[in-house]
């Protein structure tokens, strides 16, 4: 029987954790038997699990020596430092041959036991930032579901668990045992697009211009003015900087030229429409500032992975006039 290992450290997503228990526990095979031995282990008998959780943790560390699959989830502070014997005990199951996988910031974990030194990887969006900081050696690709590596594997945020978790029932007993493992947790077994389409672009902070960059005043005017036809020479003008100045200071602040920062405002607010309005597809693309509707639904699949139709079927809220 395969054996999964799941790892529970104190502070764990209590989702991520039960995300592997779900999707492996109710693998059956054909004669009937389970198709996998699952174990839930910590470095405590029992962990928090957020402010109103404590999960009881029936084995040690030694655990993941035995296990064919370890999953790590998450922790609700991300950059928590990782013990020491937890990365010793994660290297070990990897040198023996263990399948290693994470579901959302549990990448940090992996990350901090040099498992995902020069491979490509992902995480929740929210912390990519962080992530990028703190590991700089790792191909970071916020923007997918989840990433194979074949021994190492990564999901992103949440619900992405799911995807990952149903993507390795499908390598380890077939599609047909992964479908059904679907039907159960009445989730689809593939969906359209990755967390690419979950990412809110080029926000400024809530609390006020001026908390971020020495841009404050341009970002501020291209958030109020993107919706008419901009070109680089009318933000520098703005700004009162040459157009090789203002390039140059994006890419050190925000880390995009002041044209991919204005799609990006355009696209968040094509994301707002679609969500809230009844406007057609066109109708909206012009509103936010696009030419036309070809260079929309470009535009818009390019960052967030979908079309603007599928956009709205997944995000559209029903209410909405």
């Known amino acids: 029987m395969h054996t999964v290992a799941i790892l529970a450290l104190p502070d764990v997503i209590a989702f991520d954790l039960s995300v592997p228990v779900e999707v492996f526990g109710r693998v059956v095979l054909g004669n009937g038997d389970n ?35 370890v999953v790590v989830p998450g922790r609700n502070d991300a950059a928590a430092e990782v013990p020491a014997e937890v ?27 040099g498992l995902l030194d020069g491979r490509r990887a992902t995480t929740h969006w929210m912390a990519a930032d962080l992530f990028r900081g703190a590991f700089p050696a790792v191909d970071l690709d916020p923007d997918v579901l989840y990433v194979d590596e074949g021994q190492i594997l990564t999901s992103a945020g949440a619900s992405a668990g799911l995807d990952l978790c149903l993507h390795m029932v499908a390598k380890d007993f077939g599609a047909a045992a992964a479908a059904t493992a679907a039907r159960i947790a009445v989730t689809p077994l593939h969906r359209s697009g990755g967390q690419a389409q979950f990412i809110v672009r080029n926000q400024l902070p809530a609390n006020g211009i001026g908390a971020r960059t020495e841009l404050d005043s341009v970002l501020a005017w291209i958030e109020e003015n993107a919706h008419r036809d901009l070109t680089l020479m009318d933000i520098a003008a703005e700004a009162a900087m040459s157009v090789r100045t203002l390039n140059r200071r994006f890419q050190a602040e925000v880390g995009q030229t002041p044209m991919q920062w204005l799609t990006g405002v355009r696209v968040r607010r094509a994301q707002e429409l679609l969500e809230r309005s009844a406007h057609g597809i066109e109708r909206i693309g012009r509103d936010v500032g696009f030419a036309s509707a070809a260079n929309f639904r470009e535009q818009f699949r390019r960052l967030s992975g979908v079309a603007p139709q599928s956009y709205r079927n997944t995000f559209r809220d029903r209410h909405a006039g």
């Open 35 to 69: 198709a996998y031995r699952l174990v839930v282990c910590g470095t405590e008998p029992a962990v928090s699990a957020g402010p109103l959780l404590r999960i009881a943790t029936d084995h040690g560390l030694d655990a993941l020596a035995g296990a064919d699959t």
């Open 87 to 113: 990365t010793a005990a994660l290297r070990a199951a990897f040198d023996s041959g263990a399948r290693i996988a994470s579901i959302c910031t549990g990448a940090f974990i992996l990350a901090a036991a």
